[in-house]
């Protein structure tokens, strides 16, 4: 039996495929076949397919829990991505950088994974100036703010142009 958050469950021994469990409760040959291949891996917006579908050694990506690299064989997951900066690896040395304004990202137990972006651009797109301006608007309002809501929005603003300007940093 295993505990959650709304009293005991019982584990069951297969899932509906018929993958053996381990005792951690994860499918014991996840990842196993795929992992030679590396990660399948998309990458969207609303607007547009970034990636379609390929074959990466690596994703790294800006959650709101954390930061956290997602390779082949990585335990499923689903995470909510705050502003910043998701970098796939191709290889070692084919990385592509994007800044995303969040999404979500998500990671299957058969070597494929997710990520959808409300808003994404490569970082070598992104126009400093534009950003600089970004900021000291964003830091005016949240001085000039007659509410909360003004305040926080422009905190939200703030927030966005400084992970863009971090950003900036993966520019080559």
């Known amino acids: ?9 019982k584990a069951k021994a297969r899932d509906v495929q018929g993958n053996s469990f381990s005792a951690q409760g994860t499918p014991s040959d996840a990842g196993s076949a795929a992992s030679a291949d590396g990660l399948k891996f998309r990458f969207n917006t609303p607007m547009s397919s970034i990636i379609g579908e390929d074959n990466v050694k ?7 829990s954390g930061d956290f690299g997602i390779l082949a064989g990585h335990v499923p997951t689903i ?18 950088h994007y800044f995303v304004s969040g999404g979500f990202a998500v990671v299957r137990e058969d070597a494929t994974a997710s990520v959808t972006a409300a808003e994404a651009v490569e970082v070598t797109e992104l126009d400093p100036a534009a950003v ?36 900036l940093t993966f520019a080559k």
Not at 1 to 9: A, F, H, I
Not at 58 to 64: G, I, Q
Not at 79 to 96: C, F, H, R
């Open 132 to 167: 600089q301006a970004g900021i000291s608007k964003f830091t005016s309002e949240i001085a000039a703010a007659k509410d909360d809501e003004e305040k926080t929005n422009a905190e939200i603003g703030l927030e966005v142009h400084q992970a863009m300007e971090y950003a």
């Open 58 to 64: 690596m994703v790294l990506v800006p959650a709101v």
């Open 1 to 9: 039996q295993v505990s959650g958050p709304s009293g005991t469950l």
């Open 79 to 96: 995470a909510q991505l705050k502003p910043g900066v998701v970098s796939v690896y191709k290889t070692d040395t084919d990385i592509t």
